[in-house]
């Protein structure tokens, strides 16, 4: 009589730390989604500080460029005050990126500016903040993927359901520059 007992107890005692594991590991994975969404969220607010400076740079040079400079302006104060879910935030970036890429190709049109050299400074610190964006991106979105992962594979999705872990969003923005051009003249 008390072996029979004994397993269900048993069973149950397993059946438990499963049950705890996983809800640990769920914790801890979605905490590492926040840490990670920290990390982009200060590279993000990096390249809204390059912004003005590369603005008014480009603006001394390209001042009948106002339509593009007010543009990327706007959608600078726009990305920052966007605190909605990485998602919703990309579709915003994407504005932004588009932007810049835009005015990245109004520069082409002044060689002076080009070869500024505080404008190259620009250039060279915000291609390294686009790196450090998307580093940390992937960085983020590799966490996205494991929580992902244990919140939709079985039997862990059963966990995952009775305490409302809800799915995250990945975050997908394209880069706004890739490398500084190499600006030669002569």
């Known amino acids: 009589m008390w072996v029979p007992l004994a397993v269900v107890a048993a069973v149950v005692l397993l059946l438990l730390i499963y049950v705890v ?9 979605r905490n590492y989604i926040r840490d990670a969404w920290s990390n982009v969220d200060t590279e993000l607010k990096r390249r809204y500080d390059l ?4 603005v008014a740079t480009v603006k001394g040079y390209a001042a009948h460029e106002r339509e593009t400079l007010e543009r990327v302006t706007q959608l600078r104060v726009q990305c920052m005050a966007s605190q909605g879910r990485p998602e919703e935030q990309a579709v915003d970036e994407n504005q932004l990126v588009s932007a810049l890429q835009r005015l ?3 520069v082409e049109n002044y060689p002076q ?6 404008f190259q400074e620009l250039q060279h610190e915000l ?8 580093a940390a991106r992937r960085f983020y979105n ?10 939709q594979t079985f039997p ?3 966990v995952a359901g009775l305490f ?7 975050f997908q923005v394209p880069p706004s520059v890739r490398e500084v051009p190499n600006a030669q003249f002569g």
């Open 21 to 29: 594991v996983t809800y640990n590991t769920l914790i801890a994975l």
């Open 51 to 54: 912004i003005p400076n590369l």
């Open 104 to 106: 990245l190709a109004v």
């Open 113 to 118: 500016l080009k070869a500024d050299q505080h």
């Open 127 to 134: 291609v390294n903040t686009e790196d450090r964006i998307q």
């Open 142 to 151: 590799g966490n996205v993927r494991d929580y992902r992962n244990k919140c």
């Open 156 to 158: 862990s999705s059963i």
């Open 164 to 170: 409302g872990f809800e799915s995250q969003d990945y």
